[in-house]
């Protein structure tokens, strides 16, 4: 059955696991030990509560394939967080949601075009599309 549902797909073990176990589990990624949680609330005490959950460090490659603040820890993590953090308020993302719509409009518009021009259906590659929006979205709203 054709579905937009990925997530069985793509994390059919995660999904199965959250089926049996409920929103918290235990569970392991190959030798590390991990604890699942889906629960909004404590998911925001976990990143609030940075010295009392510290960041795993599972793989070596990781610090030098990601950068900023998703990779920092302890009190590098707090400073670019307090940083960061007004810029995310409800009321300052209300503000930006029509030059989010505008520019998400355009690049739909744009692929509906490539499906006119090549029939019914096409693949098409998004990769290039989502930087350009990307890019799109950050100048409207900086």
């Known amino acids: 059955k054709l579905t937009d549902d990925i997530q069985p797909r793509v994390m059919p073990y995660l999904m199965q696991m959250l089926k049996t176990h409920g929103r918290t589990f235990f569970t392991w990624f190959g030798p590390i030990p991990v604890i699942i949680i889906t629960d909004p609330a404590q998911i925001k005490e976990v990143l609030n509560k940075v010295y009392d959950f510290p960041k795993a460090n599972t793989f070596p490659m990781f ?26 308020h409800l009321e300052k993302i209300k503000i930006m ?18 499906v006119s021009d090549k029939g019914s259906s096409c693949e098409v590659d998004v990769w290039p599309w989502l930087v350009s929006l990307t890019a799109d979205v950050i100048s409207r709203t900086a």
Not at 102 to 110: A, D, I, P, R
Request: glycine share 6%; proline share 5%; charged share 25%.
């Open 97 to 114: 949601v029509p030059a989010f719509h505008k520019s998400c409009s355009e690049v739909v518009g744009e692929w509906d075009k490539l």
């Open 63 to 88: 610090k030098l394939i990601v950068t900023g603040i998703v990779s920092y820890d302890g009190d590098k993590w707090a400073k670019h967080r307090r940083i960061i953090n007004p810029a995310f």
